[in-house]
């Protein structure tokens, strides 16, 4: 997968996320985290991590999720699912911003 590819996906994971909470918007968070990292992972080594501050780890936002997907207690629930939607939205802005090499 080129940068290119990526972030034309990226820019469809990022514009569809749910944007209120449910615990069904939860599960499709989740979906769209998986998306998310599995297209962080397949890009590999072509965007610079370190600099750009784009998680290699993902645990912390895949808790979130399911903290969101338990949904108890309610408050608790709402608030780790704009935790991870916020992540997962820098993340991608992160990425968006890398300049696609010249093929």
Known sequence: MN???AQTQLTAI?????????????RKLMS???NYRQISQALGRSIPRASTG????????E???RTAIKGTPK?????AFTLARQHITED???ILVVKPPID
Not at 54 to 61: A, G, V
């Open 63 to 65: 808790e979130e999720i």
């Open 54 to 61: 784009i998680r290699t780890e993902f645990t912390d936002i």
């Open 75 to 79: 408050k608790e629930s709402e608030s």
């Open 14 to 26: 990022r514009d569809y996320l749910p944007a209120d909470y449910s615990q069904q918007a939860a």
């Open 32 to 34: 769209s985290f998986e």
């Open 3 to 5: 940068m290119t590819e």
């Open 92 to 94: 991608i802005n992160r």
